[in-house]
């Protein structure tokens, strides 16, 4: 059996000591069911006023896999597209405004440029119908929880997308659903 080369036993068994507040910053794998019943819950902080969390553990970051349902791209702003992985409809948004934001004026304008041109070729990828593996932050829009891109790759393997659901099945029995010992 082909193991997927993101997950092997010893993150499983390492995951077993990173419960709680550790998972925060590492990109999950999640259905989109698991991702779309996340617990939102507000905070005093202006740069994050939503928190999420998973039976009681926070969560910050996920990776998805799934068909690209729906694309609507705004040239410079942004592309919001919609991966389904057979559990539901993950909504998510590229940002293409690297040159014209505030946000990152302070930044290096050689390394702003490489990262609108990478924004611009992985929205190119984005098609309709591709099979495609999402990486961001998890946010929420108008109510909706959803996948702010940090990065976007078309497969080109369509078996990588039951491995994807065996991955997100496996890390859910033996690490995310675990409860730490004195609990």
Not at 5 to 26: A, E, H, W
Request: charged share 25%; proline share 6%; net charge positive.
């Amino acid at each position: 059996m082909m193991m997927n080369p993101n997950v092997t036993d010893f993150g499983i068994r390492n995951c077993r000591k990173t419960m709680g507040n550790q998972l925060y910053n590492i990109h999950v794998k999640l259905l989109a069911f698991d991702l779309l019943s996340l617990t939102q819950t507000p905070t005093p902080s202006s740069s994050d006023p939503i928190s999420f969390s998973r039976r009681g553990t926070p969560l910050s970051r996920a990776e998805t896999l799934g068909t690209v349902t729906s694309r609507e791209l705004k040239p410079h702003k942004f592309l919001k597209f919609t991966i389904d992985d057979g559990t539901g409809c993950v909504p998510c948004v590229l940002w293409l405004n690297h040159l014209s934001s505030p946000y990152f004026d302070r930044r290096n304008p050689a390394d702003v440029r490489l990262l609108a041109d990478l924004a611009e070729y992985e929205a190119a990828e984005v098609k309709l119908g591709v099979l495609a593996r999402v990486r961001g932050r998890i946010t929420a829009y108008r109510g909706t929880v959803q996948i702010t891109v940090s990065n976007v790759i078309v497969e080109r393997d369509p078996n990588m997308e039951i491995l994807h659901w065996l991955d997100c099945i496996k890390l859910a029995r033996k690490c995310y659903d675990v409860v730490p010992h004195g609990k």
